[in-house]
């Protein structure tokens, strides 16, 4: 009987001793500094979900100290237990940080006492949170003078070691603090905002791209800082809090490419050197990777702590490559510099991170919240006084080129004016000297056809025979059409000196007809010519050579018997060709038109115009000339 009693009293003094150890009561005084509870927690792990409340409450004994604990495994429940007592009524917050579902059974320790449950987490859905409440915070009204037995069940999903940084506040107190803390993010949001607006304002205006760069990184990191501090959770995913947790990452993975993209272009690292903008392009792919694989390990196992991991390891990369390209610093001119400085600043912030991170965990990301919002402003304006002073540095450049070239033009103006003058002294030189060799030839032709006019005017006058006489008129009548040509061709008559208007030639050479062939009654011409036929000089003067021997062809022998003879010389333009008729009302012609030389001429004259004619013999001669306006 004494062995037993000895064992008895051993499991009492070990039992009280453990019971005692894990449940020491919190003395809660409003106007002392905030309690961090965790040393006053017994903690049980619940691997298997089995505990309730009410056998936790019934048997405190399951508790043990939370000094030395150990988890077995991160993602287990955690029952946490401890007594709260207030000398005074008052109104205290219960704070944490990271935990994705935590759960408050708080009961009075008096008789009949019922115990009542608070919701909070990281991932709760917001319509489970009482009123008051918030996703890291319970709201607590302590009555003076009773003792409260608190009990909070954790389960951290995240594969994170569970933090139990648990803190009771005054609630006046604790709700100030937040709101100066919100006031502090807002401060960082407004001012990112401010800069993402300037930034894209002048993108529009001057299409600078490293503007539009510099607009993805404030952007993403913008969006990453509100992600880590739960305002977008708590905007717009309040019911599905952990699908919009898993944006976060995504959001920092935009930032870096908005980096990259600012580092490639900014600095024309293509240009300086082109192995260091292939690994760049390869950074920027393998970021995209990372923000695949991130997403496939938050969807397929929840698991942040290794995707976190993951991350931490790829900041290994960005080191090497990002001081690989810091090695170009003696290429870049002072606004570049700018943006290395800014490069500087985030490596520096990131490595601390990412070590804090790997040594103390999730706790990393409190300190990480406010160093976003600081390392977003000042390396957001370290970057936009950059680009600033490299747009107004290329606009300073531009100016200065604009009128140096302008000097240039103006000289070269100079030097081309000058040139010009001479080379006009030299062509009006070289034209007047031209205008009087043609002059001089033209002078010379006409004096040519008008002694070969002359001479066969000489010899008509004197011949005595028919035939030879016929064939006199007829020359003299060709001779006068190629003499009317040239005249209509003299630079006095034609300044141009290319083309002619037949109308007036022709009408000369009916005029020298009717001298040149008397008849017994007068022949009555009549002409019809278009005002805008223009021929050059080869042109005019076949036609002119046609008219001539069709006249002197009807003059011949068409009136012989006519008591009064006509002649109608017609030419007109139709569909980008002229047509000539020509008709008299003689006895006709039954020679064939290639027996005589003048009907030859006619024919050859014709092909030389690229044209085709005909011929009737009804109610007299009528010829039909047909040519393209080659000019």
Not at 602 to 628: C, E, M, V, W
Request: proline fraction near 4%; aromatic fraction near 12%.
């Amino acid at each position: 009987m004494l062995k037993q009693f000895a064992s008895l009293s051993l499991y009492l003094f070990l039992f009280c001793g453990k019971l005692s150890a894990a449940t020491d009561s919190i003395i809660f005084n409003p106007a002392a500094s905030p309690v961090a509870m965790r040393p006053y927690f017994g903690i049980a792990e619940d691997g298997r979900a089995v505990y309730t409340p009410d056998t936790l409450f019934a048997n405190p004994g399951l508790f043990t100290s939370i000094a030395g604990f150990k988890s077995e495994k991160p993602g287990s429940v955690f029952w946490l237990f401890t007594r709260i007592k207030s000398p005074d009524a008052a109104d205290a917050a219960l704070s944490f940080q990271h935990l994705t579902y935590a759960d408050l059974y708080i009961m009075p320790d008096t008789p009949g006492a019922v115990a009542t449950h608070q919701r909070a987490g990281a991932f709760r859905p917001a319509e489970q949170i009482n009123p008051g409440d918030s996703r890291f915070h319970f709201q607590l009204r302590l009555d003076a003078g009773i003792t409260y037995r608190v009990l909070i069940r954790s389960r951290h999903t995240k594969q994170y070691q569970p933090v139990f940084n648990f803190e009771l506040n005054d609630l006046y107190r604790f709700t100030r603090a937040r709101q100066q803390r919100e006031l502090v993010d807002f401060w960082f949001q407004g001012a990112a905002l401010l800069l993402l607006l300037y930034v894209l304002i002048t993108w529009a205006i001057t299409r600078y791209r490293p503007y539009l760069w510099l607009g993805v990184f404030i952007t993403g990191l913008m969006l990453y800082n509100l992600a880590l501090n739960r305002y977008l959770i708590d905007w717009f995913f309040p019911s599905n809090p952990d699908f919009g947790w898993r944006f976060t990452i995504h959001f920092l993975h935009l930032a870096l490419a908005g980096l990259y993209l600012l580092i490639l272009d900014f600095w024309k690292v293509k240009e300086k050197n082109q192995q260091l903008y292939r690994l760049g392009k390869a950074v920027l792919y393998a970021i995209l990777l990372l923000s695949i694989l991130s997403f496939l390990i938050h969807h397929y196992t929840g698991n942040f702590r290794i995707m976190s991991q993951v991350n931490g390891c790829f900041f290994i990369i960005q080191v090497v490559y990002l001081l690989r390209v810091l090695l170009l610093w003696k290429s870049l001119d002072k606004q570049e510099r700018f943006l290395a400085y800014g490069v500087i600043l985030y490596l520096v912030v990131a490595l601390f991170v990412t070590l804090a991170l790997f040594v103390v965990g999730e706790a990393a990301f409190s300190s990480f919240a406010i160093l976003s919002g600081s390392l977003l402003v000042s390396v957001s304006l370290l970057f936009l006084t950059g680009i600033n002073g490299k747009l107004w540095q290329n606009e300073k450049d531009k100016t200065l080129y604009l009128a140096q070239l302008t000097q240039l033009q103006q000289h070269q103006n100079q030097l081309l004016e000058e040139s010009v003058t001479e080379r006009t002294l030299e062509l009006n030189h070289r034209n007047r000297h031209i205008e009087l060799l043609m002059n001089e030839l033209n002078h010379r032709v006409k004096n040519n056809l008008q002694l070969l006019y002359s001479l066969n005017s000489l010899q008509l006058a004197g011949s005595k025979d028919g035939y030879a006489g016929s064939i006199l008129k007829d020359n003299v009548a060709r001779i006068k059409a190629m003499m009317l040509v040239n005249d209509s061709l003299n630079p006095g008559n034609n300044p141009g000196n290319k083309t002619i208007l037949p109308a007036t030639f022709i009408a000369d050479i009916v005029e020298h007809s009717k001298k040149m062939f008397a008849q017994s009654a007068p022949v009555d011409i009549r002409l019809t010519i278009d005002d805008t036929l223009i021929l050059d000089a080869t042109t005019g003067l076949c036609l002119g050579l046609i008219v001539t021997e069709l006249i002197t062809n009807s003059y011949k022998h068409a009136f012989v018997e006519q008591p009064q003879p006509q002649i109608s010389i017609e030419i007109l333009n139709a569909d980008n060709h002229w047509k000539m008729n020509y008709r008299d009302n003689g006895k006709g012609i039954s020679i064939q038109p290639g027996n005589t030389f003048g009907l030859t001429l006619i024919a050859d004259l014709t092909r030389q115009l690229k044209g085709h004619y005909g011929i009737s013999r009804h109610n007299g001669f009528s010829y039909f000339l047909n040519f393209p306006n080659l000019v």
